[in-house]
């Protein structure tokens, strides 16, 4: 079974930065797609970033790119997100999610459905 907690979340003026982890369970934590997904109190979850089992490869939503950076530690069981320019609108439980049907899988999700497993969420919050 694989576990996933994140930390790393926290209260930030806006321009600020902060370094999401998630750290997982697991033996095989290096054969998976690795996501972070972000949800607003009455807002749907929003897809953040990804990166494939080996890092060489990362997608970012548009609201975030130039900002945001994902990375992974595969020896470690750890993946990262760090958090440049921060913006009051950046407020949000930030989770991170694992999908474990697909090993080694080179294609980038962004949908929270294609992924099997989820932590328990950090907060981060940008004041103004």
């Not at 897809?47 to 130039?66: E, H, L, N």
């Not at 899988?105 to 940008?126: A, P």
Request: glycine content about 10%; overall charge positive; some cysteine.
């Amino acid at each position: 079974q694989v576990q996933l907690v994140e930390s790393g979340g926290g209260l930030v003026q806006a321009g600020g930065s902060l370094r999401l982890s998630c750290a997982a369970s697991g033996r095989t934590f290096s054969s998976y797609t690795m996501g972070w997904f972000r949800q607003t109190p009455g807002k749907e979850r929003e897809f953040v970033a990804a990166i494939i089992w080996s890092g060489g490869s990362t997608y970012y939503a548009d609201s975030v790119k130039g900002r945001f950076t994902i990375s992974r530690d595969n020896a470690k069981n750890t993946v990262y997100l760090q958090i440049n320019s921060l913006k009051p609108e950046d407020t949000a439980v930030y989770y991170c999610a694992a999908d474990t049907s697909r090993a080694y899988s080179r294609s980038i999700y962004h949908r929270g459905d294609e992924y099997t497993h989820w932590g328990q969420g950090t907060q981060v919050t940008v004041s103004s």
